[in-house]
Structures are given as structure tokens and as C-alpha cells.
């Protein structure tokens, strides 16, 4: 089993809170551990919007708990009505992320001992704001997440099974099950790819400078998850309509296949320039350098889509989808290799990824 940041984090968070609800003498002080586990949070900008939200929920649920306690009682049924009026009042002031914590405050509230009320009332009130001001400091300062390392990496991994795959379906070499399996993991590979992104783009700077640097690295990562997106979407598409593909003219599939093998050793160099792995006065693949058999493949394509003896009514829409994945992966391809190389050229420090050895 890998232990991550986050299973670290919330470990030191439950300490953190516990130790300092003990030296506060804030009874019972599983309630500060448990409010801490509800606030971890995997980026300092979710952890500050967690905090906000989390006190709300707190003060909410204590609110009601010390109402409903004085004017009803501490009865079973008390609580589960306070429990459902809370959900009502969080749902409506769209704090959903905090009625577990509100509905936490609530049972610790209306649980203690009658005497003295207000007194334990407000003690765990305030163990539950020590779990979440201590989950939120250990978010600030222990173990910083790497999303930028860890986006890149996943871009790569994905765009590397990607192009595997599509350099056998491009041959008709794929076993057919295999591929669909894959292709429905790949799939949820990319949202997880989308999430890192998200994620990436909610770590905040200090300073302006390096606020535009990450915002000129963020269109830099936009833009390659679409080229990797596009490359699926040919994956797809060549797995969908195999059959209709494999009776294309040979000459017309072997186009296809130089085609898009220049592409992908094209969409393989760019990754390694942006990483540094290619030298900079080094010339990649120049997707312009076969623009004649661009055009001609084109040209072959609408051709294959003309023809009149054609048995499959569908097949010409097919066959224009695969070409216009064909030509979008191509231009995309070639926005990507624009914003590298000017990236490169005017912000060369700011384009540095460090990647694990």
C-alpha cells in the first residue's frame, strides 16, 4: 500500500488537534479529531475554503443543538429533529460540504450531561473549531502537494498508452477485448487527469511574478491535455469502425497509418522538448513536411466518401469523423508545439518541471 500526502497529512492533523484539546483539558477530545478528519483537504485553497465553510457548519449546529436543548430537551427524537432542521438550513445556505461536521456538533452538544449545560456546550464547541484550525495549519505547512510533477507525469503515462495502442489499432494488430477494457480505463485515467489539473490550478502564489509564470504553464497543461484528448478520441474511433477501416483501400490505409505515425512521434517529441529532453536548436518532426500527403490523404478520404457502390449508408459520416479527428489531433499537435516553443524562447526559467529521478 502507497501512503500519500493526504493519509500523512490527516494523521498529523488527528494528533495535532488531539494533543491540543488535551493540553486545553477540552473533554472529550475525540471530538477535536474528528473535526479534523472532516477538514483535511488536498490543496491549501480548498483547505481555506474548508475552514470557512467548516465554522459555519460548526456554529450553525451548535446554535441549534443549545436551542433545541433548552426548549425541548435532550430526548432521542430531539436530536434526530435538530439533525434534520440542520440539514434543512445547511442545504439552503448551500454549505453541504459541512453537514457532517454541523450534524457532529449537534450529537456532542446535545449529549452532555444536563448539568451545567452551556459550560460542556461550549467546550466542544470549541474542541471541534481546535480540529479544524489544526487540520487546516497542517495543510499550510506539512508536506506541500507536488500537483504540477504529478499532472505532468499522469499526462505522460496516459499519452504513452494512448499511443501504443493506437500505433496497433493503425495496423489492426489490437486483441479487441483488451483494447475496449483499456479504453474504458484510459477514460477514467483522463479524469483523473482533469482532477489533477483542477487541482493544480487552485495551489496559490505569494508573489505576481510567479502568479504568471504558473498562469502561462497552466495554458501550457490546458493545451496538452487536449492534444491527449484528441488522441484518444482517434483511439476510439479506430476501435469503433475497425471493420469499416480494414476495407479501405490499401493504399488509403497505409496513408492513414504513415500519417498518424508521424503524428504521434510528433506529439511524443513535444512532451520531451517541454521537459528539456530534446535540445532546444533540435528539429522535430515537421508535421509541415508532409503537408502534400496531408492533402493528399484528404483528398483520398473524400474520394473513399464519394464513391458511389458504397454498401453502408453510414459509412461516409464514419469515415468524415475519422478524418476530422485526424485533422483536429494535427492541429492541436501544432498549438501545442507554439505555446512550448514560446515559452522556451521569452520564459526558459519558468518552464522547468521537476520530475522524480
Known amino acids: 500500500m502507497k501512503l500519500g500526502a ?44 474548508s475552514v470557512v465553510e467548516q465554522i459555519q457548519g460548526n456554529i450553525i449546529g451548535a446554535l441549534l443543538a443549545i436551542a433545541f436543548t433548552l426548549l425541548f ?16 438550513i445547511m442545504l439552503k445556505l448551500k454549505l453541504e460540504n459541512s453537514i457532517r461536521l454541523a450534524l457532529v456538533t449537534i450529537i456532542a452538544i446535545m449529549e452532555a450531561p444536563v448539568d451545567e449545560f452551556l459550560y460542556y456546550a461550549s467546550l466542544r464547541t470549541f474542541s471541534i473549531f481546535i480540529g479544524i484550525l489544526s487540520a487546516f495549519v497542517v495543510n499550510l505547512i506539512f508536506l506541500p502537494p507536488k500537483y504540477e510533477t504529478r499532472l505532468f507525469q499522469s499526462i505522460s503515462e496516459v499519452t504513452e498508452d494512448i499511443l ?9 494488430a489490437s486483441e479487441d477485448e483488451l ?3 483499456d479504453i474504458e ?62 476495407q479501405l483501400p490499401e493504399t488509403l490505409q497505409v496513408e492513414t497509418r504513415e500519417r498518424l505515425d508521424l503524428l504521434m512521434s510528433y506529439h511524443d517529441q513535444l512532451l520531451l522538448k517541454f521537459i528539456g529532453r ?5 528539429e522535430l518532426d515537421d508535421v509541415h513536411y508532409g503537408e ?22 453510414f459509412q461516409p459520416y464514419h469515415l468524415m469523423r475519422v478524418l476530422t479527428a485526424i485533422i483536429e489531433y494535427e492541429e492541436q ?25
Not at 490527516?10 to 471530538?31: C, V, W
Request: no cysteine; charged share 25%.
Open 333 to 357: 499537435l501544432e498549438q501545442l508545439e507554439k505555446l512550448i516553443r514560446t515559452s522556451q524562447t521569452f520564459h526558459e526559467d519558468e518552464t522547468q518541471v521537476t520530475l522524480p529521478s
Open 179 to 181: 483494447l475496449k477494457e
Open 278 to 282: 530534446v535540445k532546444p536548436e533540435a
Open 73 to 88: 430537551g435532550n430526548h432521542l427524537l430531539i436530536i434526530g429533529l435538530a439533525a434534520i432542521v440542520a440539514i434543512g
Open 292 to 313: 502534400s500527403s496531408r492533402d493528399q490523404l484528404r483528398d483520398a478520404y473524400l474520394a473513399e466518401i464519394r464513391r458511389d457502390n458504397i454498401e453502408d449508408e
Open 185 to 246: 480505463t484510459i477514460k477514467k485515467r483522463l479524469t483523473k487527469v482533469n482532477q489533477l489539473y483542477s487541482m493544480y490550478e487552485e495551489e496559490r502564489s505569494y508573489f505576481k511574478k510567479t502568479d504568471y509564470a504558473k498562469l502561462r504553464k497552466l495554458v501550457l497543461y490546458r493545451q496538452m491535455i487536449q492534444v491527449t484528448q484528441k488522441s484518444y478520441d482517434i483511439l476510439k474511433l479506430q476501435h469503433k469502425y475497425e471493420n469499416i477501416l480494414l
Open 6 to 49: 493526504r493519509m500523512l497529512k490527516t494523521g498529523i492533523a488527528i494528533t495535532l488537534s488531539l494533543y491540543i484539546a488535551q493540553l486545553l483539558n477540552l473533554q472529550p477530545i475525540l471530538f477535536a479529531g474528528i473535526a479534523a478528519i472532516f477538514a483535511i483537504q488536498p490543496t491549501i485553497y480548498r483547505s481555506y475554503l
Open 164 to 172: 501504443k495502442w493506437l500505433r496497433l489499432t493503425t495496423r489492426f
